[in-house]
């Protein structure tokens, strides 16, 4: 392919009438490894609007992470490659690229970075990351869609009376720029105030807004609407068997998100402590386990929560260990972590990109290497699982991957997970591991599966702590364990 010009072209035209679906045929077509570096960046921006994540970051990742320093990756090639990257799962590592870019450079960088905490619900970060993004010169547009989400904000963190304010004013500027799409997005956060703040008839007339919008259309912004329509039956006939409907087929589309939120729709119109449990314990994210005690003001009676049957055997993923002691993933090792990260959300599946941030934190993601790496651990956890003959699989679908109990058997999981992959477990993983008193940092890499570069930081904190002395230079210098008893 070489009028590149025009498949940019045309894709645009494609997402600006949705049909993306057409934009996914035309792109199949692209042989990544030949596309020239002026058009990487563009056609990774079409790939991210139309939901193909895997091959924008294959066309930018040798971009943004080059093998030599002379290709240095222009400021917008990293920021469209950090918002894949987020949209991808590897929140930390865009958070951290879009944090060193400078709005000078990057005009909407302040818009990107609070999409990283979107991710996370917490919109309290990005709340004064919008109000600055505001206060710019922006395009009608752009301001608008800031207006949209800064409104959002203002909804996830309870402000109801300054939400209830700005959407009112974003509406009419929606309507006079003929934005029809952010009108109804903004209905349907307006009814959201007005049915925590029990204004039900308010509440009806912003639904049918956005229902009015939104009529013809089958997409998540509909779907969204449409919880909130649920929620409004539910506490019309103070019943949650509107919104039990609801959240199945938020199952079936599927949006985890969506059936997480329904799940609190359903506590505040009806409460039942297991249903309280099993969203708080299985919520990954503390701003969200905010949001839940200030909505229902109600705090976790418990510290532990078993998933599964609560008479049977259980396992702790804190240690890796049965009730009788059985060592099934040895703690700290990667299949040990791999449970860990599965167990922190009972609704969203974690992708690969999550898994590998989890799994391998002082790596960067590669499309090119990384999943491979992820699918080796899931293969070694699989591997303990049926050598154990646990009543548990790891499922895979196109969100990600989610651990279930298949039969008698619990996992005991803490709302607040401590970190298998910390300092003390490298350092007793080395020492128990180790033959000889005496190593060098190749040593280190095999053993903790370490690069080269976060074995030495590690090492680097052993002798900060002086866990670890070493004597010789370079490459060439040995390591052993201090006396601390001397």
């Known amino acids: 392919m070489s009028d590149y010009a025009k498949l940019v072209q045309d894709c645009e035209a494609l997402i600006r009438s949705g049909e993306d679906h057409k934009v996914a045929k035309l792109l199949s077509k692209l042989n990544t490894s030949k596309v020239p570096r002026k058009w990487r960046l563009p056609l990774g921006n079409i790939a991210r609007r139309s939901s193909q994540i895997a091959l924008g970051l294959r066309l930018l990742t ?3 992470r080059p093998t030599t320093k002379t290709d240095k990756a222009h400021p917008a090639e990293l920021a469209e490659y950090a918002i894949l990257l987020q949209r991808a799962g590897s929140v930390k590592e865009a958070t951290s690229i879009l944090e060193n870019l400078s709005p000078a450079d990057v005009p909407n960088v302040l818009l990107l970075r609070t999409f990283c905490y979107f991710n996370t619900w917490n919109y309290e970060k990005a709340l004064p990351l919008l109000e600055e993004y505001l206060r710019q010169r922006l395009e009608p547009y752009q301001t608008l869609v800031a207006r949209a989400n800064l409104a959002s904000a ?17 509406i009419e500027l929606a309507a006079q720029s003929g934005a ?4 109804g997005n903004c209905h349907e956060l307006l009814s959201q105030v007005y049915l925590f703040t029990d204004q039900l008839s308010l509440a009806d007339q912003s639904l049918s807004q956005a229902e009015n919008v939104f009529d013809t259309t089958t997409g998540l912004d509909r779907l969204l609407v449409d919880k909130c329509r649920a929620f409004y039956n539910a506490k019309v006939q103070g019943s949650v068997e509107p919104l039990l409907k609801f959240q199945a087929r938020a199952q079936q589309w599927p949006h985890p998100e969506t059936v997480r939120e329904t799940e609190l729709f359903i506590l505040t119109i ?44 259980s396992l702790s993923v804190e240690t890796g260990e049965l009730l009788d002691g059985t060592q099934v993933f040895p703690r700290g090792s990667l299949p040990h972590r791999l449970i860990s990260c599965l167990t922190t959300d009972f609704y969203r599946p974690i992708s690969t990109n999550a898994l590998f941030a989890e799994l391998f ?34 499922v895979s679908s196109e969100l990600g991957f989610k651990i279930e109990v298949t039969g008698e058997l619990n996992l005991e999981v803490q709302v607040l997970r401590p970190a298998v992959q910390t300092y003390d477990v490298r350092l007793s993983k080395l020492r128990e591991t180790l033959s000889t008193p005496e190593f060098k940092a190749a040593d280190v890499c095999e053993i903790l599966d370490l690069t080269r570069a976060a074995a030495q930081r590690f090492l680097a904190e052993a002798r900060h702590r002086k866990d670890l002395d070493t004597y010789g230079a370079g490459p060439a210098t040995i390591y052993f364990f201090e006396n601390k008893a001397s």
Do not use: C
């Open 361 to 394: 934190p002082d790596q960067y993601f590669d499309i090119f290497h990384s999943p491979g790496r992820v699918h080796q651990i899931l293969r070694r956890t699989r591997q303990l699982m049926a050598v154990h003959k646990l009543p548990i699989k790891i």
């Open 180 to 183: 029809t799409r952010l009108k």
């Open 270 to 313: 009806k409460f039942d402590e297991e249903r309280f449990n099993n969203l708080y314990f299985g919520t990954a994210h503390e701003a969200y386990r905010n949001r839940i005690e200030r909505l229902l003001k109600v705090n976790p009676s418990q510290k532990r929560f078993l998933l599964g049957s609560a008479r049977a055997a």
């Open 154 to 170: 203002y909804v996830a963190t309870a402000q109801w009376e300054k939400a209830e304010t700005f959407l009112k004013e974003t």
């Open 62 to 64: 040798s971009v943004a």
